[in-house]
């Protein structure tokens, strides 16, 4: 379990973690997203003990991170966001060196290869190593220990499709035997697959949190409809007079009452002699609830 | 214990190093074969034909003695100094006219000397006169060499020896750098500090797993040069000071490595960092050529080297490695200090601010730091100093007044700089924090000089205080917003100090 109070980290002038408090449990993947410079890595380096906290503390398991720092790394595995590995050694020998970092059991050698799909390559050099395969050696290399709690760095970040639904897979593995995980991720689907509970980032604060399915309900509040009109030309003047916005050839408009919007694409449309080939309704993404956030605005 | 298996794997990465130790093997073979080539050329030196063009064979002083005594005949024969036989009346007519440097008469009761000198402004001509002075007054041995027959053959070799034995440390010593700077740049160092193991730990499993290597390959290398024709009369005696050595230049390393934001940059700090140290104990080495600047050699560890090949029963400097491992100790501080800044672990070069604040965390009080400051301030300021003296020596005819002005300039403006970097605020703080730095540095000083000077509270306890004082001066001065003022004062004190000194000598 991760227990954090009030963090804060201050850099100069600039506060990248802003009075951060957060709990999560056993069990649960807990996300974090946000854009580009949000706080999160800061964030992630703070509870791997990497980075001081310039005020706020955090408990780990019942460990005070600030009073016993190294009884707290010996049970976290961290993932940072990219791969961190000694390219002259083989796929074997780093995770015998981190095994022996943290005293681990060199068992778990040989089973952490196979989970992380390795094992054919265990004695090649990690330089002669793919990029996917350097992630997914780094992957084991968190988990060597076998840490009951996992923080987790961008996992998938810059990976191709087959490669990250596979880390996606071990993720949840690993929340099923009960590991606490707390994931930083730039992907919204990623989140939406993992998390049970998602924390939205930014300028160093959480803006929104809660379950992924609760935050859609209660940030993007109504409907949206997708409006596909005949006229090209047309389709900037109508959304301005519908005061939505347009996606590709779609006007995009935001509604609570269905209804009433409908009727007023008939009669704008009418207005400007457009014809209107479809109208769909959308269900709002877990992307539609971060731009909400982030541009910081709900929608009436 | 983290740390022994963090050595095990740095030693195995070293010794795995199919590369670096291909140049390493390649690089004792080519000294091997070099140093009999050498030691041959070296013997075709034969003495005669050198040694007119060396100064040794100068008549550095001359002295006008009266009456007769045994010691009188022994300077005779010396090839430095000039002996006029006159009586009385003559001998001062001569040192009035500053044809003689000094005027020795044995009292025909006591069989003493008694007598006079001039005024002598050139290190060389004063530190002789002083050496006949003791030899003639206090009935002495020679404190100098002052014999003629300084065997040219085994000079030179004496002086190849520490040259040829200390260059492969340069290649020995840059496992560290790799170590360090490869985690850094490949930032591999977030993980590691993620670990179990403590910042300082990981640093000094490092340090110790690059001098185990040393020493290891050390034991090998001083037998093979023994067995190439270099022999030492004490073998273990030039081992250690080898290990002491190289203990240096891989604190060094590891300093520059903890400071340098790339793989490249730390190599390039490191080759002028060991250069100037290979260069400064090498340089002031060579000056025990010169009988007057001998004692002054002892400030090298490279000369005990020397000495050993030379055939000399030679002290060990223990003063010397106590200095060198202040300055070790310094260098390893500063480096775990950067290690613990946050910098470090983004991979930017850490400001002298963050180095500061990284060594307070580790020694979690002020007036441990303010200490600390005083041995990095002094490891600093020797080698400057010493630079300082060869150009003085360039420029100018050695003044004393402005070797020991300059000297006491350097010495006080590092103090300072250690306070300004400590920034106390009240009266009280700058009081306690520069007599700290004051005191920590006097004491490496005195160290340091031990075995040059024989006036155990002159030059040994009062120095401290004087060095207390100078800097607690500056500390009030600094927290009173009158720094270089109170800079001012701290050198003149510590000048006339010194200056009361060598009129006392």
Known sequence: MIEAFNLTKQFGELRAVDDVSFTAKEGEVFGIVGPNGAGKSTLIKILSTILTPTSGRAIINGLDMAKEPQKVRSIIGYLPEEPRVYDYMSGEEFLNFFSDMYKGDKKRIPELLEFVGLEKHAKRKISDYSKGMKHRISLARALIHDPPVLLLDE?????????????????????????????????????????????????????????????????VKGRLLSIVIKENELIGKIADELGSEVDGRSIIVKTTDVSAALSKIHSTAKKFGANVLSIKTLDPSLEDVFVAVTRGQKWK | MEIISLVRWELRNILFDKKFMLSIIIGMFISLVTIPLLMQAVSYFKEGTLLSALPVSIKIIKIATVGEHPAINELEKDVMVDVVRTDEKNAFEMLGKKEVHGVFIVDSNSGKFYGRGVGLSNLAESSV??????????????????????????????????????????LWSLPIIQSIS???????????????????????????????????????????????????????????????????????????????????????????????????????????????????????????????????????????????????????????SAFSTEAFAFAVKPGIKQLYEGMLELLKSKTKAAFAMGFVAFSITSPVQIIAIA???????????????????????????????????????????????????????????????????????????VHALSTGLFGIGYTNKNALASLLLAILLHLAYNLYLVGYL
């Open chain 1, 155 to 219: 996992p998938t970040m810059g990976l191709d499709p087959a490669s990250s639904r596979d880390i996606r897979e071990k993720i949840k593995e690993m929340r099923r035997e009960g590991k606490t995980i707390l994931i930083c991720t730039h992907y919204m689907d990623e989140a939406d697959f993992l998390c049970n509970v998602l924390a939205i980032m930014n300028n160093g604060k959480f803006a929104a949190f809660g379950k992924p399915e609760e935050l859609k309900a209660k940030l």
């Open chain 2, 129 to 170: 006169r002083n050496a006949v002075d003791r030899i003639l007054r206090k009935d002495v041995k020679p404190a100098f060499n002052l014999t003629p027959d300084l065997g040219l053959e085994s000079l030179i070799k004496s002086l190849l020896a520490p040259f040829l034995l200390l260059t492969p440390l340069f």
């Open chain 2, 182 to 336: 490869y985690d850094r740049e490949n930032k591999i160092i977030e993980i590691l500090f993620a670990t179990p193991a403590s910042r300082k730990e990981i640093l000094l499993a490092k340090v110790i797993a690059n001098m185990l290597f040393a020493m290891l390959l050390g034991v090998v290398w001083i037998n093979l040069v023994q067995l190439s024709g270099l022999n030492f009369s004490n073998p273990f005696g030039v081992y250690i000071i080898f290990l002491v050595i190289a203990f240096l230049i891989i604190s060094m390393n590891a300093l520059v490595s903890a400071l340098s934001a790339s793989v490249n940059e730390a190599t390039l700090a490191s080759s002028i960092s060991s250069t100037i140290i290979v260069t400064l104990f090498f340089s002031v080495t060579t000056l025990k050529v010169f009988p007057a600047t001998a004692l002054l050699a002892r400030l090298s560890p490279a000369t005990y080297i020397a000495e050993q090949v030379g055939g000399g029963a030679s002290s060990f400097p223990l003063n010397l490695i106590l200095m060198l491992l202040i300055v070790i100790a310094s260098a390893l501080l500063l480096a775990i």
């Open chain 2, 391 to 465: 150009l003085i020596f360039l420029i100018s005819r050695i003044n004393i007044l402005l070797l020991l002005a300059v000297l006491v300039a350097i010495e006080e403006v590092f103090k300072a700089l250690a306070i300004t970097i400590i920034k106390p605020r009240k009266t009280n703080e700058g009081v306690l924090y520069g007599s700290l730095v004051g005191l920590a540095f006097g004491l490496s000083e005195s160290i340091l000089l031990a075995p040059i000077v024989d006036i155990f509270i002159l030059i040994r306890i009062v120095p401290m205080v």
